[in-house]
Nanobody, 118 residues
Framework: VQLQACGGGLVQAGGSLTLSCAASGSFVGIHDMGWYRQGPGKQRELVASISRGGAENYADSVKGRFTISRDYAKNTVALQMNSLKPEDTGVYYC?????????????WGQGTLVTVSS
C-alpha cells in the first residue's frame, strides 16, 4: 500500500492551494483519511480528517479556511486551502487507516511542502 501526495508549493499569504493524496496497492478498505502538517521547529499536528462516513474534523486554526474531501471511487483525499497564512507553512502529510488482507494500519504519504510567504 502506498500513499502519494502532491500539490504543495509556494504561495503568497491570502492565496490558495489544493493538496491531493492517492492510495494505491492491494487493500480491502480505507477508513479515516487525513492531513497532518509539521511546521519549522514544531511537532506534527492534525490539520483535518474525514471518516469513512464523511464526517469532517478540523484543527481550530484552519476552520473556515480549509476543506477536506475524499473520492471513494478513486481512493483519494484532497485538502483545499484558502486564505493561507504564513503560519500554515510546513510539510503536509496525508494519512489513511487501511485494512489489507492481513492487517489494519495507518499509512503515511511522503509529505509535500507548503510555503506561504508574507
Amino acid at each position: 500500500v502506498q500513499l502519494q501526495a502532491c500539490g504543495g508549493g509556494l504561495v503568497q499569504a491570502g492565496g490558495s492551494l489544493t493538496l491531493s493524496c492517492a492510495a494505491s496497492g492491494s487493500f480491502v478498505g480505507i477508513h479515516d483519511m487525513g492531513w497532518y502538517r509539521q511546521g519549522p521547529g514544531k511537532q506534527r499536528e492534525l490539520v483535518a480528517s474525514i471518516s469513512r462516513g464523511g464526517a469532517e474534523n478540523y484543527a481550530d486554526s484552519v476552520k473556515g479556511r480549509f476543506t477536506i474531501s475524499r473520492d471513494y471511487a478513486k481512493n483519494t483525499v484532497a485538502l483545499q486551502m484558502n486564505s493561507l497564512k504564513p503560519e500554515d507553512t510546513g510539510v503536509y502529510y496525508c494519512s489513511s487507516e487501511i485494512t489489507t488482507q492481513t492487517s489494519y494500519a495507518t499509512y503515511w504519504g511522503q509529505g509535500t511542502l507548503v510555503t506561504v510567504s508574507s
